[in-house]
């Protein structure tokens, strides 16, 4: 998007301050040259007066032009200064910089300063004045010439970075123009255009390739017949390095003129000749070598007429030259031997921590590791057998067996091979794998590597430390394969880490264990294949000597051990070796002697009762006993003679290795299984301390819900983690088949494998069974699955295009995959799979970044929440970020990593990306804002196929050769973990434990069972007293917790007084001392001074800490303050209802109905409505529920919590938090705090006593200040750090409105009553935070009543405030009055009349205003010229264009929230009408966005038959038809004065059927027509009718949008109104009407009246009802559904009853007692039910068969049996 070029200033709006912002002096003016308009910034100090772009400096413009044009002209006689910051591809931010007011060249590593030469017009007075002159004299910098011409300046950026400092060059970060200067524009193009060069002149020379003419946006207006340089100038810096000029001279046949052009200067002349060689910086490639020879003469931004050379000045003056490594050559010219001399400095470095890096420092840290193995499946105990010892692949692992806590050794970065302790586990050494390895020796307590070195040898798979740890052995192959044994000594190697080689041998004979004796560190022994040696070091030699092996010289040995080796007192000579074999024997050895004593042939007898032997591969002597492990997953305890098998456990698999602790009581026991455990000999259990994969893990998933993590490995096995206590829960084996993806679903337990064969199974965790088997959709591999967030739908990829190519949105409503080639990327929907959109890769990156190289698209991966983008890794390592509502990129990060990205993921949050590749991790700052924008991460040995951050944002998992957890600190969830074990306490029933032989001299034994399944581990117990948060996103419902304990510790806390109140105005107490409030709990009536809990719905979510916030006792006395007159101040209205003393919240997965929309929006409310203009983050309020909706899409969320109407609501400037304020149960003032991404409540804020009029976040959003309603006119200052009390006070008046000066961090205003404006300051300075408050003195014509006040006590009342920039202040007083305020001195300089009434919204950026009121309308203000009015004589020299209303709108009630943005174009303008307005004022237009009705709501109608509309009415007389789909209101009819109490919607106009029924009284005869709409076709209603107080009916016509007719057939209010359907009011008639709507017919049919009482046998007579203002029970009537002949009635009579009345006979025919007075009454579309409800009952009665009641909890069913008379109930 950014070629052929950007205009700077018309993509970023600067002229609208848009997104750009100024300083001091700049402002927008006509300049009569270019005819157009521009900026001019002016001002004495170039700091303090300037305009930059972007707006603020953690923005970045993001633009990768190599050129940058800036378009401008200097001030005459005035100085100006200008400052580029761009990026290197290194993430340094370097500042270039050039201005007339820098004397010399100055460079350092991230600075470049360049002095600029301002050459005089031609023909100007300085022109001529500097004839003379010399060349020095001339081309010294300072002030602009009294002449001066616009110049176009072209800068290579890419060229100055590699020639200064050898950076490489990436893009454009800010811009900052100063005075004094007028600048046109600003441009940036990876293109060199040309000044002066005409488009035809251009189409001729087409041969010359990179040559353009200037783009129309650029082009200066040029008269006919004049050259372009005698006008105009143009500066390029350097000059044309990079190309020679005399490829485009040709172009230039009619020059005539000589131009000679400098390193910076104005060019008003062509060039012919080539620039002189000795220009330094005329290179054709930026040098590339670490040292070279710098240009002897000073780079200055001007005119030279002479080369530059090397020769130096006349003054001798110092030139400067920066090298890559920060060197500096300074040439000085010797005056006395006329020489030039040079020496070399250093320059400063950089100062590295002024450089924004990713906080914080480090953002991971490995936690622990889940794997054993790779190429060593060693496992040794501690001396004191406390620790467990074993490796990881590259990491090597110390697991402490009481806890399973893990100490982790990093360091190798291949697997490691080998592991050795010496004698007391105070050193140990490990080697690697690999070519030329690395051997390390570690200090086991600290973790430290005392010693590192190469092994000089392939590749060592054995290690050998001595016991005295001076010693180490190691075995390997030389490059020709052979057998190489090394002896090193280690004495050294923890005071100077050397380390040295003893001895070395090479040996033909094959060595699979090799030990060094404990006795004596220069005996060793070894076997192998074949063979077993005794090997000696002697005089630096290594020798062995063989054991005759005789008949068993072809045996394979597996393991050798002594006897007895830690018994130092035993002769050497008369020590025994004990060897293993892979036929299952063991072999008694001589040490003495060197032979074989005795050969034990192990036998087991097995379930079928034969005896069968395995080969044994490990074997280690314990106290009394001998541990065999072999290859059958047998651990075997065997007495000394080997005749007995005291104890034998059966594992899962082979067994690799043993070990036994110091004192015999635990045998070590790994397997080829990856599983390592060891058994208890006394009691007899067994405890698995790691399980792990054994191959590598290529896939997992997470189960958010219950906090399970699912592998899928190559070893064909699927298994199932606990995230908590990492232990393994579950293992599914597929046989031959290998699985390469794996999903879980998002709610349910189950997750879904693809493996590598195409098919797709889902397995049910709980049951451990298999759901379903998709196996004929893919012929490949899979490579993709993923769940929609919602769980209704799995998506499956097939192998096309690499592994991780198919995501879905967190909405659930897109999915992006790669296809459907490699090179295009497309997002469908999710539901349909219809394409939504497609994107180029290749082309995306080539239009970037200008690569001819074919990219192609890898790995895809939505953004988590609202950031609308798709994140793509392609096969060169780009990270790209695309629009999924456009497909547009929006930014590119290249390399990521070196050779490929494997894996990446998104936080939730949406502010951090991690990336695997290069078996490093990489954690971004995901916005690429920082100037170091990641930290890298090693511990993987081999390719890490994913990563992945957990639900709750503490860990990072990442797998591979391992399952890796680490903890994540970017995300502070403020939960403690509690300390926990790692290792269950429950023995592991899947090792069979058993004793062969119970008559052996043991302790007595108890057989375990072997298990079934795996057993879960003991759950961790939390505090009963902890409370977790409240999920509120997508309308779910409270799930109310509340506990005794937590009652008792809130009114605990809640019990001391304090004493500390200063009586000032501005009572703040330091917050150093601890304050309490006294609370008195209520006490229940009828129970004696017991406290008692009262359920509500109020946030189960941690309140703010009672013992830090402030509390002045004054705040908690009530106010006497009269309620305030003006709109402005928060109302709130009268309870119409109570909440129940008893309720209950269903919890999520319980619950029957959800919130879906929300209609309305609460216009009592004050500021209750945020919209952020840049994220597009829109919430308001309705009731006590606040919605946060998608602009786009109409998607609502609902945050509840509250129990009372919301009366205000403010909004981080970073849009992290929402802050609400609304009444709690108890009549205190509370404020939530929301995570707007999450939708969760953080934190309850407490303090007010009252309601909140005004909330208020601070500019860098460190404070929050709340502001307490006329009966509290309290003002807190809360810290947004820890949410606690940083100041308060109390007011002497109520205060209607607070603003933060967006130009400071601690300064604010209010205003209120009586004429009160205010200046505060928070000072904090000291070690507390304490207030300072300025009272302005307010003019005494502004006090003064306005004319049509008829009251003399009336006062002025400050209603609204808003800042503007150059310190000034608007506030509006409650009679219309706008007054304009310096900031500087708090005085008040300018006053006129906006307004006949209150204005309550002032909102002002840039220069205009806009300003609401209460006569309705919204007004545009343009306030340039305002400012001008505080200096001497400003009133009369005010701009013509300041200080005018540019437009009006009125709207339909008084404004009472608005947010608009930076220009004022565009807003959102919310009415106390409860209507939200969405105001374009260049297209004039108003839209509505959210309406709803002011008052009660008295019925709801859906129209059918599809209900594609409904419709209500009010209180206020007003009938509202809104649409289905949208929830939005399309049509209104207002009747005035009047109460609308029902409605209903005409049937759909076609007829199947009429039915006629003639009256036979002495009426004339008329027929009643009804029709029924048929279920062929739809058709909507036309008409609707409603009822009113009055008794009047009213008809509407819907599609012509007018009252067709009026009727009044009632004298009292009318309650029901139907077609065919409904009842009459309370006087017990009902009228029966014929119409046909198509002919516009209506008539009345017949009356009828039902007989009532004038006194009821249970209730009081009708004129207590009267006097009592009590209501009759409604008369309800409808037409059954089933028989149109019958009409269905209740009301109040003679009895409680329901009658059926026939109209062709004319008569009663049916009648049912009831139970209750009725007061709504409907039948089902069926016509088979009728529903009934009162007061007290809601109950629903079939024609024929079934009665359902409900009463409150209860539920009865009432069947009645069918007979003669209708009257047989039962229940």
């Known amino acids: 998007w950014q070629q052929p070029y950007v205009n700077v200033f018309k993509h970023f709006d600067v002229f609208n301050l848009k997104r750009a912002s100024k300083e001091g002096d700049a402002f927008i003016t006509m300049d009569k040259t270019l005819r157009t308009s521009i900026f001019k910034i002016v001002g004495s100090i170039p700091a303090s007066n300037y305009l930059q772009i972007p707006k603020t400096s953690s923005q970045s413009l993001g633009l990768t032009g190599r050129y940058l044009y800036l378009l401008f002209r200097p001030i005459p006689s005035k100085y100006f200064v200008v400052h580029m910051d761009v990026a290197t591809d290194d993430g340094l931010i370097v500042r270039i910089s050039f201005s007339n007011l820098f004397r010399e060249f100055k460079s350092t590593s991230t600075w470049l300063q360049f002095p600029f030469i301002v050459k005089p017009a031609s023909g100007s007075i300085d022109e001529i004045t500097s004839v003379g002159l ?15 011409r616009w110049t176009v300046l072209l800068l290579d950026m890419s060229y100055v970075l590699s020639a200064y400092l050898n950076y490489k060059y990436a893009y454009l970060k800010s811009v900052r123009l100063c005075a004094n200067m007028y600048v046109k524009g600003l441009f940036t193009s990876d293109m060199e255009y040309e000044p002066g060069l005409s488009f035809s002149t251009s189409r001729r020379k087409t041969a010359v390739a990179g040559i353009e003419p200037l783009p129309r946006e650029m082009t200066f207006p040029l008269s006919k017949g004049r050259d372009w340089y005698d006008v105009y100038d143009c500066i390029k810096f350097p000059i044309d390095s990079h190309r020679n000029k005399t490829d485009w001279q040709s172009m230039m046949i009619d020059s005539t003129k000589e131009h000679s052009i400098g390193v910076i200067k104005p060019s008003r002349q062509k060039i012919k000749g080539k620039q002189s060689p000795d220009n330094p910086l005329q290179l054709n490639t930026p040098p590339r070598t670490k040292v070279r020879d710098g240009p002897s003469k000073l780079p200055k931004v001007g005119i030279t007429d002479s080369p530059i050379g090397a020769c130096p000045d006349d003054n001798g003056e110092v030139h400067v030259y920066a090298y890559p490594k920060q060197q500096i050559i300074i040439h000085e010219h010797d005056k006395k031997t006329g020489k030039v001399r040079s020496k070399v400095i250093t320059a400063p470095k950089a100062d590295e921590s002024k450089l924004k890096k990713l906080k914080p420092d480090p953002i991971l840290s490995l936690k622990r590791i889940i794997g054993f193995g790779g190429s060593t499946s060693e496992a040794l105990w501690t001396c004191d057998g406390s620790y467990v010892l074993y490796a990881c692949n590259a990491v090597i692992i110390a697991m402490e067996v009481g806890t399973g806590d893990q100490k982790l050794f990093i360091g190798h970065t291949d697997k490691v091979s080998s592991l050795s302790f010496n004698g007391n586990s105070t050193l140990f050494a490990s080697s690697q794998t690999g070519h030329l390895p690395v051997i390390r020796i570690w200090d086991f307590h600290r973790g430290d590597c005392l010693a590192m070195f190469k092994s000089h040898v392939h590749s060592v798979y054995l290690l050998s430390f001595s016991f005295s740890g001076d010693t180490l052995c190691g075995v390997g192959k030389d490059s020709h394969g052979k057998q190489l044994v090394i002896v090193w000594d280690t004495s050294d ?14 040996t033909d004979v094959d060595i699979s264990k090799m030990k060094i004796s404990a006795f004596d560190s220069t005996r060793l022994i070894s076997c192998g294949l074949e063979n077993i040696r005794f090997w000696r070091i002697r005089e630096q030699s290594l020798r062995s000597c063989p054991v005759n092996l005789k008949d068993y010289h072809s045996e394979e040995f597996t393991d050798i051990v002594f006897a007895d080796e830690f018994n130092m007192s035993q002769n050497a000579t008369d020590r025994r070796l004990f060897a293993s074999s892979t036929s299952g024997r063991i072999y008694e050895i001589h040490y003495g002697r060197i032979c074989i004593d005795h050969v034990y042939t192990l036998t087991s007898v097995g379930p079928d009762s034969k005896s069968s032997t395995s080969s044994i591969n490990t074997i280690r002597p314990g106290i009394s006993f001998f541990a065999i492990g072999t290859d059958d997953g047998y651990l075997r305890l065997w007495a000394f003679d080997f005749k007995t098998i005291m104890l034998e456990a059966e594992h899962e698999g082979p067994i690799s290795s043993l070990d036994i602790s110091k004192d015999g009581s635990r045998i070590l026991v790994t397997t080829k299984t990856g599983n390592v455990g060891y058994l208890e000999y006394a009691s007899r259990n067994y405890v698995t301390i790691m399980r792990s994969h054994l191959d590598q893990v290529v896939a997992a998933s997470i189960d958010a819900h219950r906090r399970h993590l699912v592998t899928a490995s190559r070893d064909e096995t699927i298994r199932i983690w606990d995230i908590d206590t990492y232990a393994q829960l579950f293992d599914f084996k597929a046989p031959g088949e290998v699985p390469c993806a794996i999903c879980y679903h998002p709610t349910q337990q189950c997750f879904a494998c693809g493996f ?26 899979i490579i993709g699955l993923a769940f ?30 790669i296809g459907p080639t490699e090179f295009t990327v497309t997002i469908m929907d999710a539901r349909t799979l219809d394409e939504v959109l497609k994107i180029d890769i290749s082309n995306a990156v080539a239009a970037a970044s200008g690569s001819t190289t074919t990219d192609r698209a890898v790995r895809v991966c939505f953004a988590p929440q609202k950031t609308n983008q798709l994140v793509v890794i392609t096969s060169s390592c780009r990270l790209l970020r695309f629009s999924t509502n456009n497909g547009q990129l929006l930014s590119e990060v290249k390399n990521i990593h070196r050779e490929e990205c494997t894996s990446l993921d998104i936080s939730l949050d949406s502010r951090y990306l991690a990336t695997a590749g290069d078996k490093v991790i990489k954690i971004w700052d995901y916005h690429m804002r920082l100037d170091q924008n990641y930290q890298l991460f090693i511990g993987h040995s081999s390719r890490i196929n994913q990563v992945m951050f957990t639900p709750d944002m503490d860990s990072l998992i990442s797998v591979g050769d391992g399952i890796f957890v680490w903890n994540f600190m970017g995300y502070i969830s403020g939960k403690s973990e509690n300390a926990k074990s790692f290792i269950s306490s429950i023995p592991d029933r899947s090792i069979s434990i058993s004793q062969p032989y119970p008559d052996t001299n043991i302790n007595e034994y108890r057989e375990y069972k072997p298990r079934s399944t795996i057993p879960q581990p003991i759950p961790i117990t939390h505090s009963p007293n902890a409370r977790r948060k409240l999920q509120l996103i997508h309308g779910d419902t409270d799930e109310i917790e509340t506990t005794t304990d937590q009652i008792q510790k809130e009114q605990s806390d809640s019990t001391s007084t304090n004493e500390d109140y200063q009586d000032e105005e501005l009572g703040v107490i330091p917050l150093n001392k601890d304050v309490k409030v006294d609370v008195t709990p209520e006490k229940a009536q009828g129970e004696n001074d017991i406290p008692t809990a009262e359920v509500s ?27 305030p007159t003006v709109t402005k101040h928060y109302i709130r209205r009268n309870r119409q209802s109570a909440l129940a003393t008893r309720r209950y919240a269903a919890p999520p997965n319980q619950a029957g109905l959800k919130l879906h929309n929300t209609v309305g929006y609460n216009g009592c409310g004050r500021g209750n409505m945020v919209w952020h203009p840049d994220t597009g983050f829109f919430a308001y309020t309705n009731g006590c529920i606040i919605v946060i909706e998608d602009l786009q899409t109409g998607k609502q969320i609902h945050l509840k919590g509250h129990i009372e109407e919301v009366s205000t609501l403010a909004l981080q400037n970073d849009c992290q938090i929402l802050a609400s304020a609304a009444l709690e149960s108890k009549n205190n003032g509370h404020i939530c705090l929301w995570n707007t991404k999450s939708g969760i409540c953080e934190k309850i804020l407490k303090h007010h006593k009252g309601d909140i009029a005004c909330l208020a976040y601070s500019r860098d959003d460190r404070f ?10 309290a003002i807190v200052v809360w810290g947004t750090s820890d949410h606690s009390v940083l100041a308060a006070t109390q007011l002497a008046e109520p205060v209607h409105d607070l603003c933060w000066d967006p130009y400071t961090v601690n300064e604010f205003t209010s205003v209120g009553a009586n004429g009160k404006i205010k200046f505060w300051l928070l000072d904090e300075t000291n070690y507390t935070i304490s207030l300072n408050m300025h009272d302005a003195e307010v003019p005494e014509e502004l006090l003064k009543p306005r004319q049509f006040t008829t009251k003399s006590t009336d006062y002025l009342d400050f209603t609204s405030i808003g800042y503007a920039g150059d310190s000034i202040l608007y506030a509006a007083t409650s009679s219309g009055i706008i007054t304009a305020w310096d900031t500087r001195n708090n005085a008040c300089f300018a006053h006129w009349e906006a307004d006949k009434k209150e204005i309550g919204i002032i909102i002002c950026r840039g220069g205009r205003m806009v300003t609401g009121s209460c006569s309705n309308n919204l007004r545009l203000w343009s306030v340039v010229g305002v400012g001008e009015m505080r200096l001497p004589g400003g009133s009369v020299s005010i701009r013509s264009e300041g200080l005018t209303m540019e437009d009006e709108m009125p709207l339909d009630g008084a404004i009472v929230s608005a947010s608009f943005d930076e220009s004022i174009d565009t807003g959102i303008v919310g009415t106390t009408a409860g209507t939200l307005w969405y105001i374009n004022w260049p297209e004039r237009a108003s839209i509505r966005l959210v309406s709803g009705q002011t008052n009660q709501v008295n019925d709801v109608v859906f129209s059918g038959p599809d209900d594609k509309y409904f419709g209500t009415c009010g209180a206020d007389g007003s009938l509202r038809i809104w649409t289905i789909e949208k929830v939005e209101q399309t049509l209104q009819f207002q009747v005035m004065g009047e109460s609308c109490n029902c409605m209903a919607f005409s049937p759909a106009p076609k007829v199947q059927e009429t039915v006629s029924y003639t009256s036979s009284n002495t009426n004339p005869k008329s027929t009643v027509v009804l029709k029924n709409v048929g279920a062929d076709s739809i058709m909507y209603p036309t008409h609707c009718v409603t009822g009113y107080s009055d008794g009047t009916v009213r008809l509407f016509d819907i599609e012509k949008v007018h009252m067709v007719m009026k009727m009044q057939p009632h004298a009292n209010s009318v309650t029901a109104i139907t077609y065919a359907a409904d009842g009459v009011s309370a006087d017990r008639r009902i009228s029966i009407w014929s119409a046909d709507w198509s002919k516009d017919f209506c008539e009345l049919v017949d009356w009828l009246t039902f007989a009532a009482p004038d006194i009821s046998p249970e209730e009081p007579s009708t004129k207590e009802l009267s006097s009592s203002n009590q209501e009759f029970p409604p008369s309800l009537a409808k037409f059954s559904r089933v028989d149109s002949d019958i009409i269905i009635y209740t009301g109040y009579g003679l009895q409680k009853e329901i009658i059926f009345y026939s109209l062709s006979q004319q008569k009663i025919i049916k009648q049912y007692p009831l139970t209750h007075w009725m007061t709504s009454l409907d039948t089902s579309p069926k016509g088979h039910l009728i529903a009934m409800g009162c007061k007290a009952i809601q109950s629903i009665m079939p024609v024929a068969g079934v009665i359902i009641a409900s009463v409150l909890d209860l539920f009865v069913l009432l069947t009645r049996t069918p007979c003669a008379d209708y009257g047989f109930l039962r229940r």
């Open 1264 to 1273: 929050l200040i709340s502001v307490g309603n006329y009966l509290d006119c």
């Open 134 to 148: 010399s060349t020095n004299q001339q081309n010294q910098p300072g002030t602009a010439p009294s002449a001066t």
């Open 788 to 817: 929609s967030p919602s769980g209704r739908f799995m998506y499956s990829a097939g192998d096309i295009y690499g592994p991780n190519a198919i995501s879905v949105s967190n909405d659930s409503r897109r999915i992006g995959f």
């Open 1097 to 1123: 719905e109020e946030l189960s979510v941690p309140d703010s800490d009672p013992a830090k916030p402030f509390t002045n006792k004054a705040l908690l006395l009530p106010t006497s303050h009269p309620v």
């Open 756 to 781: 590598t064969n195409g098919t797709v199974r889902t397995f049910h965790v709980g049951s451990s069974s298999l759901l379903a088997e998709h196996s004929k959709n893919h012929p490949g591999r």
């Open 493 to 506: 190697a923890q005071k100077s880490g050397e380390v040295t080689v003893i001895a070395k041998a090479h």
